[in-house]
């Protein structure tokens, strides 16, 4: 391999400003093979995660351990054919991508390498490959923010150039820089991403991309309180467990019950402004499906390509795992990115147990002392490493602007079983738990969240936020649904001891309105276009309609109506054509709706009235 060679995926092609990297690689020799191990023989300083080039083809790999004159290296692609002796080029950087214009839209692998450019054939790489995901020729319209003889330091914008047909990329001072008075700026023009756009005083050049090192958090200002929403439009999220800017969700479930889907209507309707999506170690034919999915769909908020806005990264399961292990600080470093610029960014990793167990292999090759079910003793803190890394923050640099990352992960524990382990730390680490259930996935009422064993942490801290955003009487509808849920289970209970006829016709009636509820609220059908998505305000115009035929239908038993009569009105399927209207048309259908219900049930009323006076009844 020749020296120029080893340069890094993503290091720039000029000055590493501020980064440590050896200008001339150390060398060290493949002692021993065992799969993706390759122990090297070294007689110099190692640095712990230093990346490597392994051999003839220059696989990419990290070192995981060290010893005296022996480095442990795990690589990141299949090491076939690898003989002891090969030369190992220690680059003497972190494992890192190059941030900048031009990620957006893209398909990476686990360690950052662009699939579509490398692999055009498919999503698999060549092993050894190398490119950066960043465009050499593209050239992007810069707009300066700053001037000649201003201070600029780490955070600060520097000027934007726009992405796509609307996405506004800020350009930021890099946050490994030291400060200074900018010298020069480039005026409005094109520019290519390692062109310099800003010099300073002290001689420093920046360009519009930037490297950082995958697994060091990007710094940020203040923490900010989780009292926003990441709203889902998924009626049961937003109104029972909802999540908050910043916080971070885990949702397990076994096969089947939905949590691809569940993450991919996130990925499309949440009000995050940037999506980072981490297909972890999954099946090959199921990323494929998301690879091809998701650049068919129209972004929902401006009619232009979702892709704009989301960057995917792939990692199957056949796939080697080290870079499985490092795809989830990637999709966090690409969402601290755009954090930095002053957006709200989610990161959603399907899945996570898919992670655990890379690390678990890793780990198990190491001769680790496992821990429980095999699993590393240090999969909590691992785990807690890339969760730590959400929040919604003041960002650094001028202007001043807030962003968030906020984390929604998927787990897949074997046979549905949430107390195994991966789940249980996760669930440590989290601020909402969506748990998702086999039995209500197998009766087909999906979402499949399991509305007795999910939480949400935010419920309070963002009450007075949804509100503000659905109107006052939002707690108090989502209280009442949370009552009706409540008493349905109650009830439940009472009926497998007396049968439904033992209940008073009261009860007979919450039990089929808990259904209603359960049915046309809980219920959402991820493939409608009427139903996908629901804004906070049209959730709270059908919670609000059901609550109000809840209370109609009970004043009328109190009346005398009979269950079987008040259950004898088309009252579902109507509820139905009105859950299918437009949010505007809604509430004022609702009304004539109600209205015309309790003519009805005034007319049936009178009937009982006569019926009762009656002397043939009687
Ligand atoms: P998992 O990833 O947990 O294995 P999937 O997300 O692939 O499960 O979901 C399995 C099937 O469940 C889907 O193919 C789809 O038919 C159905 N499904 C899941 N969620 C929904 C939903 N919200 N609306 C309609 N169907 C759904």
Redesign the pocket.
Known sequence: MSEKNYRLLGSPMKEPRGESISKSPNRGAVKIVSGPVVTAKTDFSVRMFEVVRVGVLGLLGEVIRIRDGEADIQTCEDTTGLRVGEEILFTGELLGIELGPGLLGTVLDGTGRPLRKLGEKGIYLERGAQASALSDDKLWRFTPATETGEEAGPGDVLGTVVEGSRFLHRVLFPANLPGGRVSWIAPEGDRRVRECICRLDNGAEITLSQRWELRVPRPAGSRLPSDRPLLTGQRVLDTLFPLALGGTAVLP?G????????QQ?LARWCNADVIVYVGCGERGNEMTEVLEEFPTLTDPRYGTPLMERMVLVANTSNMPVAAREASIYLGMTLAEYYRDMGYDVAVMADSTSRWAEALREIGGRLEEMPGEEGYPAYLGSRLSRYYERTGRVEVLGRPRRQGSVTAINAV?PAGGDFSEPVTQASLRLSGAFWG?DKNL?QARH???INWRVSYSLYENLLSDGMEEMAGENWTALREYLKGVLLHERELSDLVRLLGRDGLSEEDKWALYHAENLKILYLQ????SPEDACFSLTRSAALLSLLRTLDEKARKAIADGLYYDEVVAFPIRSDLMSLRALPENALSEKAGEWLSAMETKFSAAKEKMGTRNESPVER
């Open positions: 479930g096969f089947g019950t939905g949590k691809t889907v569940t209507s897949s998702l996935a999906f979402p499949a959402q059908n991820a493939y």
